[in-house]
């Protein structure tokens, strides 16, 4: 067999204000040199073609930081170099590729279905398509009708990149040896939200996920959980199963699975607290360290990361022993290490993105730490994913350690603090901008962890994201819309 694999991944946030071009995408072409992390599906994707002792070529991976919409040429640029990558390694059995499933370009609403249906046209009808995606993607029917098996994270963290990889890749080799057929459907949720694999009722939900995978003909089973923050007319969740053979099977599977995801819907809301709100309930905490997600100014979902709204916050009301991280602002960390480690300095931080920033803060601050190409690891079911940073210091103001970098990425552990001997147990609050990806790093050290609505480019509040294209006859702006 020949098993050939690639990708384009990026997350778009469509009322981000940053568009995403090719420089914001990390290229990886055979016999580059990659970051660790960068390519954790591909690597498992290898190595399971090599157990089996079959030819494995590698074409291309394009990622990005979330962000805004992905320019034309930018996206039909990279598009066109996995499909040309493609056809020199023709003729192939297997194609496996790894893809994010809420990707929009100008031009293209849904960039996925765009890349499965050429790649379906090269190969022709008899190779088998394999695709994994991010859980918080949209899943067509088009997707579902072109490719042979789709696959996505079950946590949220993303916990399990590999070991769905690995789920993927062995549905689709059983079945380019005839081993199996699979045949998927899927059942539309009629919910937009963000849900946390973690927390209970989900946790029981996706343990039986797993545990039914690999039984009484069940090849796979997926949520869909959505990504809010793209306006297009596919944004949704949805239950996706694959089944052998058995097309009204996988119909039943997805459809219990999803209705059993909806039944929840009500004790998978989350209520996130206000600025003043977090605070509050921070400071009155019996224990510490107490984690403020900061949720609106996540760089993992578009957000410029650079908002200023909880620390002028936090210093207004004189709050101490406590850490921030990460605010985005290249010009602040040249700045910094230009003064050098223990050096006074009046800078201006963040701020820079427009109104969903906040105004920049002119503070007074002791530059505390530098931390030169910063990486931080992000805890795997297997090995660590190391995340670069980009050159990064910890500003000192007023009680509170300011973790600037000048690589716009959310913190997903406390490395981004103990970088600079930062003793995380020792501190009263932690904020992190960060939507949920921080939880394996974090839940081990806090004492609580507050979920907050600040102001940002990614609103935690559902019912106030300004969606213009989205059919909102979903929950939670219509209590039960299956009634």
Known sequence: ??????????????????????????????????????????????????????????????????????????????RDELLSRLQEAMPVDIVLLGLHGAMVADGYDDCETDIIQRVRKIVGPAAKIGVELDLHCDVTQSMIDTAD?????????????????????????????????????????????????????????????????????????SLVHCFPWGDVPTCGAQALAITDGDPQQAARVAEEVGRKFFAMRRELDQVPWSIEEALD?????????????????????????????????????????????????????????????????????????GPMSGDPLDLNVIVAGIAEDMVQEWP?????????????????????????????????????????????????????????HFYAGYAPVASEIIYMAAPGAVAPRYTEIPFKRVDLHKYPWVDDPFA
């Open 281 to 353: 309930k921070a400071l009155a905490a019996a224990s510490a360290p107490v984690v403020i997600a900061d949720r609106a100014d996540n760089a993992g979902g578009g957000a410029p990361s650079d908002s200023t709204f909880m620390l002028k916050a936090m210093l207004e009301r004189g709050i101490d022993n406590a850490g921030l991280a990460m605010i985005w602002d290249p010009v602040a960390v040249q700045v910094a290490i230009s003064g050098g480690a223990g050096a006074n300095l009046d800078i201006r931080l963040g701020g820079k993105m």
């Open 149 to 221: 098996a789709i696959v996505l994270y079950k946590e949220y963290p993303h916990t399990d990149v590999a070991n769905r990889a690995a789920d993927l890749f062995n549905i689709v080799a059983d079945a380019a040896e005839g081993k199996t057929n699979p045949t998927m459907a899927l059942f539309d949720c009629r919910m937009i939200g963000l849900y946390l694999t973690p927390n209970e009722p989900l946790r029981s939900l996706v343990d039986d996920l797993l545990a039914r995978e690999g039984k009484d003909g069940i090849l796979s089973i």
């Open 1 to 78: 067999m020949r098993v050939f694999a690639g990708g384009i991944s990026t997350e778009t946030n469509t009322f981000s204000p940053m568009p995403t071009g090719l420089r914001d995408y990390k290229i990886v072409r055979p016999g580059d040199e990659v970051e660790s992390g960068t390519m954790t599906a591909f690597d498992q994707f290898e190595s399971c073609t090599l157990e089996r002792n079959w030819e494995y070529a590698f074409g291309l991976y394009a990622g990005a930081q979330p962000a805004g919409v992905t320019t034309r040429n930018t996206y039909e640029g990279l």
């Open 380 to 436: 795997q079911q297997g090995d660590p994913m190391r995340i670069p940073c980009g050159d990064s210091v910890c500003l000192h103001c007023n009680g509170i350690d300011i973790i600037v970098s000048s690589r716009r990425v959310q913190p997903f552990s406390p490395d981004v603090f103990t970088n600079f001997d930062i003793d995380v147990a020792s501190k009263r609050i932690l904020v992190v901008k960060s939507a949920q």
